[in-house]
């Protein structure tokens, strides 16, 4: 199966095809996630985000659900202190 991201990416290059105005990048919350050192990976049918795991199973039923977080950088920051103190009990990296 192909990964999803690599459908958009050739969308992107399709002569003719146009992506809906106003859609949001979908590449732009993996961007920022490696940006801020961030990473995850796959285990037991779920997406582990090191703070925040999501099962990959029924996601269609939760594509229209609200975002879980906001990806202003002060949002950002406070899941980055508190995953820091909840696993180091110290604030690690940059902002210490």
């Excluded at 146009?18 to 796959?42: A, K, Q, S, V, Y």
């Excluded at 582990?48 to 202003?72: C, H």
Aim: aromatic share 10%; proline share 9%.
């Amino acid at each position: 199966m192909t990964p999803l991201l690599l459908h958009w990416a050739a969308l992107r290059t399709t002569p003719g095809f146009e992506l809906p105005p106003g859609l949001e990048d979908p590449f732009e919350p993996l961007i920022l996630l490696f940006e801020r050192d961030g990473g995850f990976h796959t285990e037991n049918g779920e997406v582990n985000l090191e703070y925040k795991a999501v099962r990959m199973a029924g996601w269609r039923d939760r594509a229209e659900d609200p975002p879980m977080v906001s990806f202003a950088a002060e949002a950002l920051d406070e899941i980055d202190r508190v995953g820091s103190v909840a696993q180091f009990g110290y604030v690690v990296g940059p902002s210490a």
